[in-house]
């Protein structure tokens, strides 16, 4: 489902979980065991957790680590690679913008797969904006204890377009990953849930990935989506938000025509008769009740999970 670095997390639910207690849960997408503090853990200690969880046969997984000085960072980073999972930065103890960006290329280069914890306090503009230059594979945003703010701190994480986001956020119910997705996170991460509904909640987002084609759809622009939705947009013809979204893209209302025509052309998507602009490539997103674009979809054979897969295609040629 998402390929990062050398990872493949087949579903967007990650559970994060204490080193000393793991709770390995193969349900999830990834499992990130927490809580490496190297000044105070031996390196032994991780090996350690490893080899255990290489015995679960678990899928995806990650260690989180911090620590005063960059040399047993950079031997976790080595261990991880050699392991192929993931490290996840903390910066409890990396509080220096400065070290912090230089650290990044100096752990890179043992060939890891390195995800950055980061509270939104913590993350200025121009900070994100260096961090989207550098190597780092995902920005792992701390939103707990935010009150519904998380949503839009993604969104605008996503719209920088930089590195994959990854949300640790209060989950209680399927539609608070549901609202974390739809702007713009690619995996949403807990800490401290009961393992049957995190069990549960994996469950259901594979099964509504499968259903849907693409689970972490965004919402159409004029909604307040991010700038994923250009693919639901109809050509700018009139003043409407799709304008102020190309610029945020830095791309002209012409080159977003071209640019939708090209990727149609050959595809189902250049099919579309009977719809508002006579093509597929112009339509809104599925879950949106439009009797014209589901009769021009019947009418060419095309399901709504298929249509859906063409849309994220779409984005993605869009956005890159």
């Keep these: 489902m998402l390929e990062v670095g050398y990872l493949h997390i087949d579903n967007p639910i990650a559970v994060i979980s204490s080193h000393n207690k793991p709770d390995y849960n193969d349900a999830a997408g990834l499992l990130l065991l927490d809580g490496f503090d190297l000044d105070e853990v031996p390196l032994e200690e991780m090996q350690a957790c ?16 911090t620590c005063s000085r960059d ?88 719209d920088s377009r930089g590195p994959v986001i990854m949300a640790l956020a209060d989950i209680g119910e399927f539609e608070d990953a549901r609202n974390l997705l739809v702007m713009g996170a690619d995996v949403v991460s807990m800490r401290g849930a009961d393992p049957e509904f995190a069990q549960w909640l994996s469950g259901a987002m594979q099964e509504y990935d499968s259903l849907s084609g693409w689970c972490n759809a965004p919402k159409h622009i004029c909604a307040g989506g991010d700038l994923r939705g250009l693919a639901f947009c109809c050509p700018p013809v009139k003043n409407c938000p ?18 939708k025509l090209s990727f149609a052309k050959g595809t189902p998507l250049e099919k579309g008769e009977g719809t ?20 021009a979809l019947a009418r060419i054979g095309l399901s709504g999970k298929e249509y859906m897969e063409l849309k994220k295609k779409l984005a993605e040629e869009l956005l890159s």
Aim: proline share 4%; charged share 25%; with cysteine.
């Design 242 to 259: 799709v304008l102020g979204a190309l610029k945020k893209a830095g791309m002209s209302p012409d080159e977003f025509m071209q640019k």
């Design 276 to 295: 508002c602009f006579g093509s597929l490539v112009w339509c809104c997103k599925k879950s949106k009740q439009c009797y014209l674009r589901d009769a």
């Design 50 to 65: 490893l080899e255990t969880i290489s015995q679960k046969g678990t899928g995806a997984f990650g260690l989180s680590a």
């Design 71 to 158: 040399e047993p960072l950079l031997e976790a980073a080595r261990l991880a690679s050699r392991n192929l999972c993931l490290l996840d930065l903390q910066l409890s103890k990396i509080r220096d913008p400065i070290r912090l960006l230089e650290l990044i290329p100096h752990l890179k280069r043992c060939g890891v797969t390195l995800s950055l914890r980061i509270r939104p306090e913590d993350l200025s503009n121009a900070l994100l904006e260096k961090l989207n230059e550098s190597e780092l594979d995902i920005i792992h945003l701390d939103l707990r204890g935010l009150n519904g703010a998380g949503p839009k701190i993604v969104k605008k994480a996503k």
